[in-house]
Structures are given as C-alpha cells and as structure tokens.
C-alpha cells in the first residue's frame, strides 16, 4: 500500500470507526427502552413525503450546519496550536448580543449595515478570547480554566445587558429581546438558488450566511496550510521550544491563535441573528460552543472534515423532532452524540498509535543509499494528526519537515 493511501486510511479510521460504535450503542440503548432500531433510524432517514417537505428538511440541515461549522472552526484553530479554547460558547454569546444591539440602534445602507454588524461580533469575539491569551502569556494562567471561567461571566453579562441597558422588548413580555434589527441589516437568504437548482420551495429561508461560512473556511485553511503565519502557528504547537530555537515567538503565537479564534467564534451567531430572529433574547441558539469541541474532534481539524461532522450533527438534531412524532425518545440524539464525541476521542488514540507504529516500521527498514529509508518517504518521522499536537521532541529540523506535510 502507498504512503499515502495509508495516511489516508489511517485519517478516516477515527471519525468512521467513532460513528460505527455510536451508531451500535445507540441501538443497544433503543433496544433496551423497547423500541425498534431499524424503526428509529427509518425515521431518521425520512426527510419528508413532498418534495417541498424534503427541501424544507435539507434547508433546516444546512442553516443547523453552518453554525456548526463556524464553532468547529473557531475551536481547530486552537487545537492547531495546542490550545483548548472552551471559551467559544461565552465569545459567541457576548458577540451575538453586542452585535444585535449595534445592529438595532444604527440606520444604514443594507451591504454597509450587515457589515458593521459582523465587524462588531468579530471584534467582540477576538477581544474575549484575547484575554485568555494574555493570562496564558503573562500568568501562565491555563487556558482551560481562564475560558471555563470566561464563559461564565461571559454569559452573566450577556443576561445583564439583555433584561437591562439593552433590552428591546417591552416590560412583562414573555420573551426578552434586544431591539429588532431593521431590514436593512438582513443576510439575504439563498432560496432562490435553491429553485434555480430546480428544487421546490422550502418554507423557510436558506442562510445566506452559508456563504460566508465556506469563504471563512477557506481562508482558515489557506491561512493555516499556505502562509507564514500558519507555519509558525503549527510549529509553535508541534514544539515550543523547537520552534523558538527556529526564531518563532511562540508566546505571541499564543495571543494571536487565541485572537483569531476568537474572532471566528464571534461569527457563530451571525447565521440565526441575520437570517431568522434579526434579535438576540431569551430563547437565542445556545450551546453551540460546546457541540463546536465535538464537531473540530470528528472533523480532526481538517475545514472539508469540520464541515462534514457539522452535517452529521446537524442531521441528528433534525432528527429530535420525527422521532418524538413516532413516539420514540428524542434523547436518542444526544445520546448518539455523547457516544460519538466518547468515540472519538477512543478512536483518535486508536489511529494515532497505529500511524506511530506504522512510522516505526518504515524507520526500522534498510538504510537506502542517499540516507532515507527503503521504502519510506525519506524520515522516520511519524505523519502529523490535526486531531491535536501530536508528541514530538526533534530538533528545529524535524519541527519543519513535520509542519510542512
């Protein structure tokens, strides 16, 4: 087998053995509550009888996928650096309410309105994760702990300003809100690509956001693969000291991985708030921060892997709702999602150990002539996982050789 087709391999074997052993604890629980597995995944399968239904439940996948993917991101940028960014669910929030408030109070022309209003959830979300930076670099604070703790203010802020100086909504409403954002600050949906595609109708809009979010993992992913910055950025996570000795700052290659994180994080909101609720209240998406740790891990911090856990996560949540119809517990999402996130991390360990063993096989062969090994790809190095910053303790050589790969 090639090298490369053994790479390959070897990269796809955690994600899909991770949704094999969810798929079967999951069935195993469904079993056990007395219901039918291969009912419950018909139902899960089953986006609709109509073929405005069946697009109405490709949109709700997409528009559920794309914050998704932005919280998957914002959180793999860290990893890259080894870094663990839980903060993204308080940057996300503070983001989204901030913007919403600026996006009320202002009157713009349309493209310039949406503009300022991103430009704020931008800066907002880098500013938040910047913190844990600074503490990281001039306390050697765990970023850990600084965003666990961030994420707590980050929220109580968050419901400070949302029931006081920024509230909207009038007093004894049941649901608080900012104030509305005018017309002009919309993201156009994209429904009208959607019957362009000959597609029916769906009920609801297509983010326009959508957009957005592919060009924004494109940049991530040329900034990480195609740049300077993004060299040092993976250097500074393979090894710290290596890349130091290689004249890398790697105390501010902290600061800015947390900064731009941050500022991706901050664009999580941005789908729901310009494409559907125009306001930030009570009953704002939450908990996409965390599901983002989940999505970067089945993803192995790869944009093209980001994006496909995203879809899968966001088809499971569709799902929540035709199975309470058929009488079977929603939880069954979340329970397929909990195992897979178990999974996951099992399965990554898994893979890892088996590329390291792989790598000292091909380092264990013959010496060829001109140095490499017979066989090999000319190192014995071990092919790096974007599942996190793998062990590595070579010389400021091998500390290149690794993140160019």
Partial sequence: MSPILRRTGLALLGPVLAIVVALVISA?????????????????????????????????????????????????????????NIGVEGQYRLAAILAAAVGGAVALPGPLHVLVIVAVAVVVGAVWAGIVGVLKVTRGVSEVISSIMLNFIAL???????????????????????????????????????????????????????????????????????????????????????????????????????????????????????????VYGTQFTGGLGFLGIAVA????????????????????????????????????????????????????EVARRLTLRSAERAGARPVAPGGGSAGATGRGNPPPSDDGPPDTTGDRTGVRQEVQR
């Fill in 297 to 348: 891990l089945l993803g192995r911090n790869s944009p093209v892997g980001i994006a496909l856990a995203a879809l899968l996560f966001a088809f499971l949540d569709r799902a929540a709702l035709p199975l309470q119809f058929a009488d079977i517990p929603s939880s069954v999402v979340t329970i397929i999602q909990g195992t897979i996130v178990l999974a996951v991390v099992i399965a990554n």
């Fill in 28 to 84: 195993g629980v469904i079993a056990l509550i007395g219901e039918n597995p291969l009912t419950a995944l018909e139902v899960m399968l089953d986006l609709g009888d109509t073929p405005s239904q069946q697009t109405q439940s490709i949109v709700v996948i997409l528009n559920r996928a794309v914050p998704l993917f932005l919280a998957g991101l914002a959180v793999s940028i860290a990893f890259r650096m080894g870094l663990f």
């Fill in 156 to 278: 109580g802020l968050a419901s400070y300003l949302l029931t006081g100086p920024l509230r909207g909504s009038e007093e004894g409403a049941s649901i608080v809100t900012t104030t509305p954002i005018p017309e002009s600050g919309w993201f156009p949906g994209l429904n009208g690509l959607l019957t362009g595609l000959g597609l029916a109708e769906p009920r609801s809009q297509l983010y326009g956001f959508l957009l957005v979010a592919v060009v924004v993992g494109i940049a991530v992913a040329v900034l990480l693969k195609r740049t300077r910055f993004g060299f040092d950025l993976r250097a500074s996570g393979l090894s710290p000291s290596a890349a130091s000795a290689s004249g890398v700052d790697a105390r501010r290659m902290v600061l800015k991985t947390m900064l731009l994180s941050g500022a991706v994080a901050g664009l999580i909101g941005m789908p729901d708030l310009l494409g559907s609720t125009h």
